[in-house]
């Protein structure tokens, strides 16, 4: 899905499924574990097929569009606004029965996702305005018994029952730094040339990766409940420097493989001149 979303999000034109799996393949995915994912994705309507003689093709279904864009704008825009806060905190409190037991982990993905964290068993709080796209969220997985809540979190002066609990803000800072340590050494090797262009591919996408997991990690507290040296923004900018940094040569090697199946559509899509 990152590799559709970064590099055929916004096109018409169809993929040969031999591309895909010859992309799959640079990530080190074997030809049966490519073709099988392809096949999952089409019965998940992320994905649809055609035919052309012997040769199938796949192009992006309206449902994998919509996907694609709400993780890239999430994902691209994550920690770029802090509204101010209002003292408010959402409160969804949830109760999944036994019998449908697997759910529970789809609604933790799902909180975890939109920047909730569990306070308590059952109890999942955020600092910001999502009262309602948590109840949502339970909804269409089905679940029932939710309520949500909107209010103020009394300080009792014991830390053990502060709602910062939630997060373990320690590590998540800690991550921060080192993500962006691994980030600038990214950048450097890039504007180097020390990369081929199949190893930036699989780094801007292990990027993208290793960033998307602090979505689910840090809450984006407002300003004042955070430690006055939280590196989130310095982790952020070497996030995109490196992004950037490493997307010509990335691009490159998409459209080579495509080319190689295909030469007319790589043309189309990525042009004729060299990808700096």
Known sequence: MTLLGDYWLGRTELLPSAAIVDLLAVFGVTGMSARAALSRMVKRDLLYSEKS???????????????????????????????????????????????????????????????????????????????????????ALNIEVATGIRGQIVDNGNPAGSALRAWDLASVASDYRAFEGDACHLSEQAKGGRLSDAEALVKRTSLMGEWRIFIT??????????PHDWPMQDARQAFLAAYNALEGAARRCVRDIVAAHNPETARIVFGTADLA
């Not at 600092?127 to 309602?132: A, K, Y």
């Not at 990690?217 to 955070?226: I, V």
């Open 53 to 139: 003689g012997r040769n199938t093709f796949y192009g992006l279904t309206d449902r994998c569009r919509a996907v694609l864009e709400e993780g890239g704008a999430k994902l691209f825009g994550f920690g770029l606004d802090q509204p101010d806060w209002d003292g408010l905190w959402s409160m969804v409190a949830f109760s999944v029965p036994e019998a449908k037991r697997s759910r529970r982990g789809s609604i933790r993905t799902k909180l975890r996702w939109q920047g909730f964290a569990p306070l308590y068993d059952g109890l999942w709080i955020s600092p910001h305005d999502s009262v309602t796209e948590a109840l949502a969220a339970c909804h």
């Open 217 to 226: 990690r840090d809450p984006q507290l407002p300003t004042q409940l955070l």
